[in-house]
Structure formats: structure tokens, C-alpha cells
């Protein structure tokens, strides 16, 4: 039987109540961005216990496999961070099979090395991104306008010459 004044207990009280307040402002930002994502994108997204996932992952890193210090903030490089196996960008969903625990510093350094440039080959690919999506947006928007002849008919050519055309 555990005293209830062990410090393992407290911590334990402690991450539970952070974890608890962690839920309810990513259930609220959650539905928030659920009605935009579903829209745009069409990820899959649902409510996920990450308390629960904490403990499936017995409060080990899901990239390094080490344990978390879970007294830390999740700002701390050793901290707490949900982690999306899948990116988001590459197309994951955010569910539970493709979240997990992770340090604050592994999260940073998959998404810097791993994530980031294959994301936006992805996007190139899909035409999510560079210059042939910035002209369809522009056209959807109806801010697309052809760039029109001056009406200058002559050209120069290498050696200086100016050639007129005539129609």
C-alpha cells in the first residue's frame, strides 16, 4: 500500500491534474480545428487519452525508448510531447494508433531531420505548395491576371541588332 504522502503519489497527483487540463484545452482546440481540417483536408482526427497512451507506454519515448521525466514542463528538451508517428504534414491522422509520448527534444529532431523535408516534397508533388499552387489559389481567388504584351515588337539580338517584326 502506497502512504498518501509518498512523493511518488504527489507526482503522480500532479501529472494527472496537468495531463487532465492539457485534455480539456486540446479537446476544445481539437474541435476547433476538426471542423477546418476535415474540410480542407480530409484528416482523420478523434479525442485521444493521452494519459492513457502515457501509461501503454509505460511513460517511455516513442522514438528514443527511453523514460520521460514527467515532472518536467513540456517546454523542458526532456519534457512531455505528444508525438504523431505520421506526421500530420505527410498525411497521419491524429488518433491514438498513430500518437505517442515523446521528449520535447526527440519530437524536435525527427520533425527538423525527418518530417520537414518529406513533407514538403509531399506537398510539391500534390501541388500543395510552390509556384503552381500559389497560381491556382491566386486563380480560385480571382486575383490571377495574365501578364499582357507591352507592344513592343522588336527584340534584341546577341550582337546588338534590334529586329523588328511586322505583321
Known sequence: MVAPDDPRLQIARKLADRLKRIEVR????AHR??????????IEIEVVDFVQK???W????????TE????????????????????????GSHTSRNIG????RCNMKKANEKDGPGAAKIKRRLGLKGPRARKAKAIAQGRYRPMKS???QGSRKFNGEVSWKTK
Request: proline share 4%; glycine share 8%; aromatic share 2%.
Open 150 to 152: 507591352r507592344g513592343f
Open 54 to 56: 502515457v501509461i501503454d
Open 58 to 65: 509505460n511513460g517511455c519515448c516513442c522514438i528514443c525508448c
Open 26 to 29: 486540446n479537446r476544445a482546440r
Open 33 to 42: 480545428i476538426n471542423k477546418t481540417r476535415r474540410r480542407d483536408d480530409k
Open 68 to 91: 520521460i521525466d514527467l515532472t518536467l514542463p513540456g517546454t523542458d528538451n526532456e519534457g512531455l510531447t505528444l508525438e504523431h508517428m505520421v506526421s500530420l504534414a505527410q498525411g
Open 101 to 104: 509520448p515523446a521528449h520535447r
